[in-house]
């Protein structure tokens, strides 16, 4: 019966008019959310991919400062492993990326450098990281090599006053240099004279410059061997920290927790939520005001199926009346008229996730839209759809339109057929 209401009767086709609008309006609504939701989180995750890359997933530091004992740290850091049981978010991670528990894979060590660099031209700031090139390459991702050499010639440093540094793109630029160029860096600490603090000046030989594809990372990072930065601040083997990439990446604050527990004070350990909260936090934010603002569109779609089931309700008194005194409860006049609008709902619903899911794969595949890549840090826009955000959307529309058709569907069980019949 509900099924028969849908197809409204010719002198009543304005109702079915309605209904389609409804169900158009719930459709618009969670094809909107979806594609919204898909792009937002696109964006997240090349972000993260970007950040991720050039930076570690974990940070070692001890309070203490430069510490040694290198190798030996190194050795128990990458012995941590957290099994699915003790995890935490394991239930979360099998479900969006497949992973049941993580592992360290490798922990590179890092010494860092804040200098500034001449040119004769021009001077900049720069923040650089001593890396050891065998393992740096297992944590983290270099940037497209412009001109000169990569990480690897690193390995061809075997000591010496010229230091080999690798650059970034814009810092190039504004420098005024390429590879092959010898520079000066100005170390802020440096001998104490009578006239005060004098800065240490060395000279560093640009043997490549590479593109990491964000303003900030090619303005203001680069890259030396770990020797020559140890020799440069004079820490003969000490480090100032480890870098530490992990297996799955929503588990790095449980292994983070592993190794504090593990070396014990006074080291401490930083994770990549941690060291980028602002700016993820600030997108998390972003996302769930998209995903409420969008709603309010299943929410206008939801008033028309109740405007629908009540104009429904007037139209169809007199069935109504027949039921009842046939027989029919209460109980099966509200069932009617629910069904009829959650079907109203469900369809639309339907429509929606195929839409979204149809015009997320369309901008994935063919990349029609273009975004300026200087400012987006690509040029077409990213697509992930996970499939627990389309069920939640799913879910939370179908129950906004159930909830909408109770109204209506009470008007409808409340009908006195006595009145309705004696005045027929």
Sequence with gaps: MALRYLRAKKKHKFISIIS??????????????????????????????????????????????????????????????????????????????GEEGARVICATPIVYIQALLSSGRAVSGVAIRGVDPESVKKVVTFGKIISGRGISAFKEYKGGDIYPIIIGKELALTLGISAGDSIRIVLPSGTITPIGMMPRIRTVRVIGVQSIGMYEYDMS???????????????????????????????????????????GYPFWVMDWQQMSRNLFSAMELEKFAMFVVLTLIVLVAAFNIISTLSMMVMEKKSDIAILKAMGATNALILRIFMLHGSIIGFLGTFLGVSGGIGLCWLLKRYKFIKIPKEVYYTDTIPILLYKSDVAMIAICALIICVLATIYPARQASKVDPSKILRNA
């Design 20 to 97: 389609a609008i409804s169900t158009g309006g719930v459709a618009l609504g969670v094809m909107a959310l979806i594609v919204v939701i898909a792009v937002m989180a696109g964006f997240e995750n090349h972000l993260r991919t970007k950040i991720l890359g050039i930076n570690a997933h974990l940070l070692v530091r001890s309070y203490t400062g430069p510490f040694d004992h290198v190798e030996a740290i190194k050795k128990r850091i990458e012995g941590v492993s957290i099994p699915p049981k003790s995890a935490i978010f394991g239930l979360f991670s099998r479900l969006r990326h």
């Design 221 to 263: 990072l680069a890259f030396m061997p770990l020797k020559a930065a140890q020799r440069l601040l004079g820490l003969k083997n000490q480090i100032h920290a480890f870098e530490v990439k992990v297996s799955d990446i929503y588990m790095a604050p449980q292994i983070s927790k592993k190794i504090m527990e593990i070396l």
